[in-house]
């Protein structure tokens, strides 16, 4: 797996049809509104999709009709949030407006900042904060070091929860059902020989990390590649986000990793969930 896309697709694959027909549920909801869902389902869809997509695969792939998935492509063209080469159609940079106005409205992202850049300058490290979406983790807030080699991600940017040490983290804070059925939907791809792709394994594993705290992800999403993770809980004991430290697996060891970084991790976690109230 290459972490140096700024958007990581799907572990599925762009390719493979993925759950999309959920809102279906609510259509006899006469306070949901269906066009809009369908609007927002047609955006998801393009993730990982660098080429664009045609009306086609869009339908494919939602499970929406082709003339709906036309007269929605066409809509979000005349706004300006996409565009058509005459074959296919691509999101525009006015789409972003769309996530800079959660950044701007939450106080995670804004918290976060400032004591992520602190994590980074005492220990020379990348440090994040995600959230759980679904299956995925997604980078909220990051905080880089410069080097020749890097991990080229960014806010916004999503990792298969299952496989991340600051993903396992966030699956630690949901109730065992709902984690057991999460892990049920859930392809478990071998992304390095390490990956864990044994469902009864890996809910071991999260558990162990709810009772210890703390999450270590050894090269399971990419090789050469080590991060720790810890969560960010409010004053009630509610997870909310999780902290992580990323690096390459030659600069720390296991041991060095929980004697050195998780501390510091801790310690700022901490903070971070204070100030979220």
């Known amino acids: ?7 990581t697709p799907s572990p599925l694959g762009p390719d493979t049809p993925q759950p999309s027909n959920s809102f279906f549920a609510f259509e006899g909801d006469p306070d949901f509104v269906l066009s809009l869902a369908r ?28 003339a709906a998935v036309r007269r929605l492509l066409i809509t979000l063209e005349r706004l300006g949030y996409a565009e058509y080469d005459g074959r296919l159609y691509q999101l525009k940079s ?52 410069k080097r020749v080699m890097s ?14 040490s600051m993903g396992r983290v966030l699956l630690s804070g949901i109730p065992e059902n709902e984690l057991s059925a999460i892990l049920d939907r859930v392809q478990l791809i ?18 162990q990390v709810r009772a210890e705290g703390f999450a270590l992800n050894d090269e399971e999403l990419e090789v050469g590649h080590r991060s720790i993770a810890v969560p960010i ?5 509610s997870i909310v986000a999780g902290m992580n430290i990323g690096l ?30």
Do not use: W
């Open 1 to 7: 797996m290459n972490l140096s896309n700024e958007l």
């Open 39 to 66: 609007g927002l389902k047609v955006i998801e869809a393009f993730e990982g999709h660098t080429e664009g997509m045609s009306s086609v695969e869009i339908s494919r792939q939602t499970g929406l009709s082709r």
């Open 94 to 145: 006015r789409v972003m407006r769309l996530g800079f106005s959660y950044l701007s409205s939450s106080s995670l992202p804004s918290f976060a900042q400032p004591i992520i850049e602190h994590v980074t300058e005492q220990v020379h490290e990348s440090c994040s904060v995600g959230v759980l979406e679904d299956d995925q983790m997604v980078y909220v807030a990051r905080a880089t070091v």
């Open 151 to 164: 991990v080229g991600l960014g806010v916004g940017s999503r990792l298969p929860a299952y496989c991340t």
């Open 190 to 207: 071998p992304l390095t020989p390490k990956t864990i792709v044994d469902k009864a394994l890996l809910l071991e594993v999260i558990r």
């Open 233 to 237: 809980k409010t004053r009630n004991g």
């Open 248 to 277: 390459h697996a030659a600069r720390f060891s296991i041991s060095e990793m929980t004697h050195r970084l998780l501390p510091v991790l801790r310690e700022h976690a901490q903070m971070l969930g204070q100030l979220l109230g």
